[in-house]
Structure formats: C-alpha cells, structure tokens
C-alpha cells in the first residue's frame, strides 16, 4: 500500500544552521523556509536525488516541535513520510490494522499542497509515520 519514502523529518534547534550545513558541507540543494501554520512548523526542504530530508523548526509556542526539542535540545529524526495513493483508503485500511489515526483523522494539506495523515509513533515501533497523497 506504501508507495516511495518522500522524505525523513529532522527537528532542528536552529534552522538556519541546519540549512547552511547541509548545503555547504554537504552541497546539498536547499529551499526556502516556509511557515506551514496548520502544522505549527517552518520547514526546508533539502533535495536529493532519491527522495527529500525535511528539516523541521517550532512555529509558535504550541508547536509539537517545540516539545520534541524540549526532550532533544540537538534535534532528531521526527517522521518518516511514505507516499500513498488514496490517502481515504490507506486511513481506513491502517485503522482496520489496529493503527491509530492521529488528529481529527481527517486529512489535512501539507507542505507540499497535498493532504497527509500522520499515524502514532507507538503503532511503528517508536516511529511517526506521515502517509502523503501523491
């Protein structure tokens, strides 16, 4: 049902560091930031060849970031995002399995325009899961 890996989230305490690093040392292609509300996050996207690492920075004080930075003051990986091609049917088919929906359930846009749905870490072995309507 998954599809590609489109990306790996890393919360950042410094985004502009993070940034700068993965162009510079590492000569990666590195976008804008850009504030994502609904998420509570300002994100940038690193581009690479094969899929996309999404570096993560609190939006506003009641950012989820900002509680994962509290526990991480270097940052960390925070969420795998998979590709699927009905987000509807992937929902209904993970509940069915026991996965846990987080949220509403609903989808909401992500920072692609794209509806996403992020599935409880404690499902996946400790991992957040993001699945992303391609």
């Known amino acids: 049902m998954i599809g590609r890996l489109n990306h790996v ?4 305490p410094d985004l502009q560091a993070a940034a700068a ?14 504030d994502e509300p609904d998420h509570g996050v300002t994100v940038v ?3 690479l060849p094969n899929t996309k690492i999404e570096l993560l920075y609190p939006l506003g004080d009641d950012s989820p970031i900002r509680g994962f930075l509290d526990k ?4 960390g990986i925070h969420h795998m ?5 009905d987000i509807i049917a992937a929902r209904d088919h993970m509940k069915t399995q026991g996965a846990r929906v987080l949220g509403t359930g609903e989808p909401k846009i992500g920072a692609h ?3 996403v749905l992020f599935l409880h870490p404690k499902d996946f072995n400790g991992c957040l ?5 391609i």
């Open 45 to 47: 996207f690193i581009e």
């Open 72 to 75: 991480n003051p270097s940052g």
């Open 129 to 133: 899961i993001e699945l992303e309507q």
């Open 21 to 34: 690093q993965y162009q510079t040392t590492l000569g990666a292609t590195v976008g804008p930031p850009q």
């Open 9 to 12: 989230a890393i919360a950042v």
């Open 81 to 85: 995002c998979f590709e699927v091609d």
């Open 113 to 115: 325009g794209k509806p």
